[in-house]
């Protein structure tokens, strides 16, 4: 720790920012994250992470959304017919917003919460943007309000890197301050500790959060309210994130908008200046990229991307001039295809740069066969999606790649195709949503599903009925919870069975009130098939949550005037069993003993048989003989059965042989007590 405290003292430059005896001053912790700030000063070539260049060069420009008119455009883009229009959709949609400057984006905020949303697609820089703010403050140019900005990666919020902690313990601000800006080595002594902390409680902090869109979907349970209650909920920070994978709601909304004309020509010429190859003529080499870019529409508006004019820069340097006459679009996607195939060799299969050396491009595409092909059939579906209305051919494609094809943008072709008007491309669009569902059941796919449910083809809703229900785990919010609670009152009888399914396999997440009387009423649904599956459904959500609610609701089923909801409640009472003897049932399964109907008092007995020894009261084992003297053979037999499950014996004679005949009776009239199956 004191080691780096002296070497930075030692930065002449920056002498202006740290004070000359920093280690006496209390902001010295801050100091080290201020100091790291400013010593992270370049940026890495996505190609080649060797190279770099200084941050300060990096354009980054911002524009104020506003939300109506960034719909209007997005919806274009997703409608061009052409790429051409295409890219023109894109250009207009990043050429047209109001900029503003990085310093003056809290002057649009109303009040002394400063909270900024800032959206940026893709390869568009929203990391860089937050490495460049973080490194304007450290030098002194902006904010100096701000005694901290701390920079968050979210994608850091991982179990790894926060392991689940004892019961009752849970991770706070500074935990995270702690393990995401001060992991360069330092040993916090306890002394630190205390002044880490006093710094903290007594200093204005901006946090700096990168990527809720890589972690909004794959949060660790026990980290969610660290992000939710805490991180989110901090008066003053700025968070970036993929547009379509938003779900913020912040006032002030940003985005960062790509290169402009202007940056792609000073990008392209810096970075052939700074090629460290002598023969090479630079200058000439802009012009010849420049040009090209103006004879290809497409390229052009591609190269608006700051990772896409990298790449096709880095290509552009790498080609031999000397046997290459003219630069082709599919010569220059062919460069492109294997040079990111290297690159992902590296970093995900672990190869060094010496063994890529020894590989040719053909072998290069044949270690990534699987991944270009999975990338070449999304991509025909996709463009058959943009070229022409969806077909069932390019669905049924979508869904052979099933939990690969699982991003948004195939997601949001595929719910544009459930809204076609030929049956079976939404019933194909369908199917291959379900496929990925079962797969990879993403916050996107179930919300796809949730649509299908209300889709007039009762195929389609019964199959999203059936998915929800396999992933019952993930698919358990309340939107999906209230959609299938409309679909038991479907027309169709398949989809009203497989609601009811989809609900008993959501267990717990599904013991509401609402659903339990949702299910109650399908009780008495006239198809006894779905009458089964309601039962199974409360059956299975009884047994794992026998909450109040389910018990309410039973209770009041049970003085329904049909007769099929008050049998059915009692046997749902008897699944439950022992979890289900409170006072109030035991007493309204005696009333139940009562019943005209003599289904209501056989299953009355079968339930309070059920509850075992919490249901052996005077005042049941007295009820219970009394019903040894039914007019009902069954009822009588099931009487008997249930003193027997409380756990009474016969003690006279006379009782034994009451039993007994119960017994005898049955066995002489339906054939034999195990015979009997309970209904």
């Known amino acids: 720790m004191w ?294 529409r497409r390229i052009w508006g591609i190269a608006h991307i700051p990772i896409n004019l990298e790449l096709i820069c880095s290509v552009w340097s790498n080609t031999d001039w000397a046997t290459t006459k003219t630069m082709t679009m599919t010569t220059l996607y062919d460069e492109i295809t294997e040079w990111v195939c290297r690159r992902y060799l590296i970093k995900q299969k672990g190869l060094s740069i010496e063994e890529l050396k020894l590989k040719s491009k053909s072998d290069i595409y044949e270690d990534c066969k699987i991944e270009l092909a999975f990338l070449e059939s999304t991509c025909e579906a996709l463009g058959r999606i943009g070229e022409k209305a969806a077909t069932k051919e390019t669905c049924e494609a979508l869904g052979r790649i099933c939990e690969k094809a699982a991003t948004p943008d195939v997601i949001a072709a595929l719910m544009i195709a459930l809204g076609d008007t030929v049956s079976i491309v939404r019933e194909r669009a369908c199917v291959a949503l379900c496929r990925m569902g079962e797969r990879t059941p993403t916050p996107d796919v179930i919300a796809a599903l949730v649509t299908a449910l209300g889709d007039v083809n009762e195929w389609i809703r019964s199959n999203a009925c059936k998915v929800l229900g396999r992933i019952c785990e993930k698919a358990a919010t309340p939107d999906v919870i209230a959609a299938l609670i409309i679909a038991l009152g479907d027309t169709d009888d398949i989809v009203r069975e497989r609601a009811c399914v989809a609900l008993g396999q959501m267990g717990e997440k599904a013991a509401t009130k609402e659903v339990i009387a949702a299910l109650v009423t399908t009780l008495g649904d006239v198809n006894a098939w779905i009458r089964s599956n309601a039962y199974e459904a409360l059956g299975r959500i009884g047994e794992i949550a026998p909450t109040h609610d389910v018990i309410l609701v039973l209770l009041t089923a049970l003085e329904d005037v049909n007769i099929w909801i008050r049998s059915n409640a009692c046997k749902v009472l008897s699944r439950i069993g022992e979890k289900a003897a409170t006072p109030n049932v035991i007493a309204a399964l005696m009333i139940a003993l009562g019943d005209t109907a003599n289904i209501i008092r056989e299953r009355a007995c079968v339930a309070l048989g059920q509850m075992g020894e919490k249901a052996a009261t005077p005042d049941v084992i007295a009820a219970l003989m009394s019903t040894m003297e039914d007019s009902s053979d069954i009822v009588r037999l099931k009487a008997c059965e249930a003193l027997g499950l409380v756990g009474v014996k016969a003690e006279t004679k006379e009782e034994a042989a009451e039993m007994a005949g119960a017994q005898y009776t049955y066995r002489k009239n339906y054939g034999g007590v195990h015979g009997y199956k309970y209904r």
């Open 3 to 296: 080691e780096l405290i002296d070497r930075i003292e030692d930065q002449h430059p920056t002498s202006q920012y740290i004070p000359a005896q920093v280690a006496n001053r209390p902001s010295y912790l801050f100091e080290l994250i201020k100091y790291e700030y400013k010593r992270n000063n370049r940026i890495e070539r996505f190609m080649n992470p060797v190279k770099s260049f200084p941050i300060d060069q990096s354009y980054i420009n911002l524009a104020i959304v506003e939300t109506k008119d960034q719909q209007e455009k997005e919806k274009k883009l997703r409608d061009s017919q052409h790429n051409d229009a295409i890219m023109e959709a894109f250009e207009n949609i990043h050429g047209t917003k109001t900029p503003i400057d990085i310093k003056n984006i809290f002057k649009t905020c109303k009040d002394q919460t400063r909270n900024v949303l800032v959206f940026g697609r893709a390869g568009i820089g929203k990391s860089t943007f937050c490495q460049y703010i973080a490194y304007q403050w450290a030098t002194g140019v902006i904010w100096q309000e701000y005694e901290l900005i701390a920079l968050i990666p979210l994608r850091s919020l991982t179990e790894d890197n926060y392991p689940i902690l004892p019961a009752g313990t849970n991770y706070s601000l500074i935990d995270v301050l702690r393990k995401e800006c001060f992991s360069f080595d330092q040993y916090l002594s306890e002394k630190d500790e205390t002044q880490l902390q006093e710094q903290f409680h007594n200093s204005r902090i901006l946090w700096l959060l990168d990527g809720y869109d890589e972690i909004a979907q794959n949060v660790p349970t026990h980290l969610k309210s660290l992000l939710n209650d805490q991180l989110l909920k901090t008066p003053h920070h700025i968070i970036t994130s993929r547009p379509y994978m938003n779900t913020l709601s912040h006032f002030v909304q940003l985005e960062i908008t790509g290169f402009t004309d202007d940056n792609i020509s000073r990008y392209v010429k810096q970075f052939f200046e700074e090629i460290e190859n002598e023969a090479q003529n630079s200058s000439a080499e802009d012009e010849k990229i420049l040009s090209f870019f103006k004879r290809n």
